[in-house]
């Protein structure tokens, strides 16, 4: 979730990570100006935990790792760094120096959105990680209503779209053959109340 700019003065990328490394805040960092990032929600934090409860129980017996919020990507052909909402990598994970804290090869991002980042999440941050060869696969998760889109990579020019909507259905991780269940997604999350005129008829 990205809130303000900090600075107005432009800043180096080895500025922006010595400052956000003593830093107990996250910002974002855009050609040259560091963004802070928006505390999350409760519905945001419920279905964080909940796709990595789900996922996790999936992976855990291979070489794929799952990380939320706190580690950050990097796309060093525009100099950006951001904090995806979660992240998937596959094999060998490869970082910007030896913290090993800015990861470089994400496979799958999932971004939970909120009114005021969704646009940015479906546009200028997904151009970003498009420039990541690793990156095959985005999933955007609504909040307050059962739906999802999904992005997946088909050939090195061309991305599928596909949406998924209701509690009753499932959504397909492909990089990681993973079958999530929306009920599971959505679980204990304050949804809200299904329009009047999609209800059934009796």
Same mark, same amino acid.
């Given at each position: 979730? !990205?809130?303000?700019?900090q600075s107005q003065s432009w800043i180096s990328p080895e500025e922006y990570l010595n400052i956000e490394r003593r830093?107990?805040?996250?910002?974002? %960092?855009? @050609?040259?100006?560091?963004?802070?990032?928006? +505390?999350?929600?409760?519905? #945001?934090?419920?279905?964080?935990?909940?796709? !990595?409860?789900?996922?996790?129980? #999936?992976?855990?017996?291979?070489?794929?790792?799952?990380?939320?919020? @706190?580690?950050?990507?990097? !796309?060093?052909?525009?100099?950006? $760094?951001? %904090?995806?909402? *979660?992240? =998937? &990598?596959?094999?060998?994970?490869?970082?910007?120096?030896? #913290?090993? @804290? !800015?990861?470089?090869?994400?496979?799958?991002?999932?971004?939970?959105?909120?009114?005021? &980042?969704?646009?940015?999440?479906?546009?200028?941050? $997904?151009?970003?990680?498009?420039?990541?060869?690793? $990156?095959?696969?985005?999933?955007?998760?609504?909040?307050? &209503?059962?739906? =999802?889109?999904?992005? *997946?990579?088909?050939?090195?020019?061309?991305?599928?779209?596909? &949406? =998924?909507? +209701?509690?009753?259905?499932?959504?397909?991780?492909?990089?990681?053959?993973?079958?999530?269940?929306?009920?599971? *997604?959505?679980?204990?999350?304050?949804?809200?109340?299904?329009?009047?005129?999609?209800?059934? *008829?009796?």
């Amino acid at each position: 979730m !990205v809130g303000q700019v900090q600075s107005q003065s432009w800043i180096s990328p080895e500025e922006y990570l010595n400052i956000e490394r003593r830093s107990t805040s996250r910002s974002e %960092y855009v @050609d040259g100006e560091m963004f802070a990032m928006a +505390g999350a929600t409760r519905q #945001h934090n419920r279905i964080s935990s909940n796709l !990595v409860s789900e996922i996790n129980q #999936h992976i855990k017996s291979g070489d794929c790792n799952i990380y939320s919020s @706190d580690l950050r990507v990097h !796309v060093p052909s525009t100099g950006y $760094f951001t %904090y995806p909402d *979660i992240v =998937i &990598t596959c094999g060998k994970e490869e970082f910007t120096d030896a #913290h090993n @804290d !800015v990861l470089v090869n994400p496979l799958v991002i999932i971004e939970i959105l909120s009114d005021s &980042t969704a646009s940015i999440d479906r546009g200028k941050k $997904f151009e970003q990680y498009r420039e990541l060869a690793s $990156f095959v696969e985005y999933l955007l998760i609504e909040q307050r &209503t059962p739906h =999802i889109e999904q992005y *997946i990579l088909y050939d090195a020019q061309e991305w599928r779209y596909r &949406t =998924i909507r +209701g509690i009753d259905e499932q959504v397909i991780i492909q990089a990681i053959d993973c079958t999530l269940l929306l009920r599971d *997604i959505y679980h204990k999350v304050d949804l809200l109340p299904r329009p009047a005129h999609l209800h059934s *008829i009796s």
